[in-house]
């Protein structure tokens, strides 16, 4: 079992950069691979990235290839999404999920954060 709570969404302008954290509660955290999603308004879950529960292999969607990186510190049972670059299509909320596969589906990710709100202006 294990439960995951985001922190670190805020207001930004476009450019300006954030730092997501998931916090994961459970012993067995780092036997887990993460991932990230975001879901704007009126529009359905979309794959951010992921990394391996070794942190060895990160994997990210397009739009956000070059500009977010994932981390993880599997000692302090954290994740981080650190984003760079933001831009105004950025804007939704973001979720950290725990899974086996690191995908980028997230039908294979069994636990989920409650999320935290980005919102990049213009």
């Known amino acids: 079992q294990v439960q995951l709570v985001e922190s670190g969404g805020g207001l930004v302008q476009a450019g300006g950069s954030l730092r997501l954290s998931c916090a994961a509660s459970?012993?067995?955290?780092?036997?887990?691979?993460m991932g990230w999603f975001r879901q704007a308004p009126g529009k359905e879950r979309e794959f951010v990235g992921a990394?391996?529960?070794?942190?060895?292999?990160?994997l990210y969607a397009d739009p956000v290839k070059g500009r977010f990186t994932i981390s993880r510190d599997n000692a302090k049972n954290m994740v981080y999404l650190q984003m760079n670059s933001l831009k105004p299509e950025d804007t939704a909320v973001y979720y950290c999920?725990?899974?086996?596969?690191?995908?980028?589906?997230?039908?294979?990710?069994?636990?989920w954060g409650q999320g935290t709100q980005v919102t990049v202006s213009s």
């Open positions: 990394i391996r529960w070794s942190g060895g292999r990160t």
């Open positions: 459970g012993r067995t955290f780092s036997s887990y691979a």
């Open positions: 999920a725990a899974g086996q596969s690191g995908s980028r589906r997230s039908g294979d990710y069994g636990y």
